[in-house]
T-cell receptor, first 111, second 117 residues
Framework: TQLLEQSPQFLSIQEGENLTVYCNSS?????LQWYRQEPGEGPVLLVT?????EVKKLKRLTFQFGDARKDSSLHITAAQPGDTGLYLC???????????FGAGTRLFVKA | NAGVMQNPRHLVRRRGQEARLRCSPM?????VYWYRQLPEEGLKFMVY????????ESGMPKERFSAEFPKEGPSILRIQQVVRGDSAAYFC???????????????FGPGTRLTVL
């Protein structure tokens, strides 16, 4: 059973399009992180969201944490080929140390 | 400030041999995590360590796998008597001392790709 469900699993779009990927759970998380991983490399931290309803922007990327702290979304505006990669959400449940990762959304942006 | 370092980047072993994977956390970080990733899959938690202590090893197989983070030197993930199913990318991450569990930011190394022949 995957505690963090990511959707879609795979997304192929044209440069300039917008997209949203989702990270959902039935559990409450004290925080959620989004990472991007490129082939042959380790994940790179993009953002941490902590407060329910929180919205954070990182250039063309907008991250939102659900009000109940059970889900999160990542929206990319005007995608570029450099955005290609595996996007992973991760979180630790309240009072826990173990970080749980979703299976990831594999994004491919065509020029 | 150097990031998380892992070595070797690639490791080839024959069935039955031992594999030792090393991880040097970022300077000032006292928490280390090990993850395993199979192709086209996400990261699976294996173990969480602080200096000289194993905090959570609930993701580690009960046999053949062990991890340590000594007072001096890197963290080591050791796999004895490797089998083909151990072939995977193994990632180490580190984080600074955490004031509470609200922030769980981890910084990853480049990984070690283990191939068992």
């Amino acid at each position: 059973t995957q505690l963090l469900e990511q959707s879609p699993q795979f997304l192929s779009i044209q440069e300039g399009e917008n997209l949203t990927v989702y990270c959902n759970s039935s559990s409450v998380f004290s925080s959620l992180q989004w990472y991007r991983q490129e082939p042959g490399e380790g994940p790179v931290l993009l953002v941490t969201v902590v407060t329910g309803g929180e919205v954070k922007k990182l250039k063309r990327l907008t991250f939102q944490f659900g009000d109940a702290r059970k889900d999160s979304s990542l929206h990319i505006t005007a995608a570029q080929p450099g955005d290609t990669g595996l996007y992973l959400c991760a979180g630790a449940r309240t009072g826990g140390f173990k970080t749980i990762f979703g299976a990831g959304t594999r994004l491919f942006v065509k020029a | 400030n150097a990031g998380v370092m892992q070595n070797p980047r690639h490791l080839v072993r024959r069935r039955g041999q031992e594999a030792r994977l090393r991880c040097s956390p970022m300077k000032g970080h006292s928490h280390v995590y090990w993850y395993r990733q199979l192709p086209e899959e996400g990261l699976k938690f294996m173990v969480y360590l602080q200096k000289e202590n194993i905090i959570d090893e609930s993701g580690m197989p009960k046999e053949r796998f062990s991890a340590e983070f000594p007072k001096e030197g890197p963290s080591i993930l050791r796999i004895q008597q490797v089998v083909r199913g151990d072939s995977a990318a193994y990632f180490c991450a580190s984080s600074p001392r955490q004031r509470d569990s609200s922030y769980n930011e981890q910084f990853f190394g480049p990984g070690t790709r283990l191939t068992v022949l």
